[in-house]
């Protein structure tokens, strides 16, 4: 593995390529965690995820946290993290089979607040695949008892190098004060 970042963020890049099209490793913390371009300068996950794999049954597993810095309610994590936090890690699982994907559809059911600064868990798994189409679910616990907080279902759409740059090509067609065409 080659280590990207500066000084000691524990990011590693591994040689090689994903999404079939030669793209480059996506960055990982010394944890596995895959970072978006956000995260990348931080070395960490804003949303707290420490560690993430993938089991031998192709179920992938995430130990996480709710930054405090995302507290909604007194103690409470604000639904906006939930949200995000299960968007990312749903994400992922394709990432860790390789394949780079976009969410085309997420459904979020939130079952019990999320305490801020608590050992999480969260399970993703595909429910199927049709296509370019991964339909996938996951749900979030508490670490110690395992009560479910949260699960999420969706969509996500494999894409390849070029989705980003289409996509540039496309927002500077689109003029400052133009209304979503």
């Not at 059911?109 to 993703?124: D, G, N």
């Amino acid at each position: 593995m080659s280590t990207t970042g500066s000084g000691g963020t524990g990011v590693t890049a591994p040689n090689g390529h994903w999404a079939g099209k030669g793209m480059p490793e996506p960055p990982r913390t010394a944890g596995g965690v895959t970072l978006c371009g956000g995260c990348r300068a931080l070395g960490a996950c804003r949303l707290g995820v420490e560690r993430e794999r993938l089991d031998e049954s192709g179920v992938a597993w995430f130990e996480l946290s709710c930054p405090r810095s995302h507290e909604g309610g007194p103690d409470v994590a604000h639904g906006g993290w939930t949200a995000a936090v299960l968007d990312d890690c749903l994400g992922h699982l394709p990432l860790l089979h390789g394949v780079m994907s976009v969410t085309a559809e997420l459904t979020v059911s939130f079952k019990k607040p999320v305490p801020v600064e608590r050992p999480l868990e969260l399970r993703v798994w595909a429910d199927r695949r049709e296509g370019s189409r991964w339909y996938i679910a996951g749900e979030l616990t508490l670490a110690a008892g395992g009560a479910v907080l949260a699960r999420a279902s969706g969509i996500w759409v494999t894409r390849d190098q070029s989705h980003y740059a289409r996509h540039a090509k496309w927002l500077a067609g689109q003029g400052e004060g133009t209304e979503g065409q």
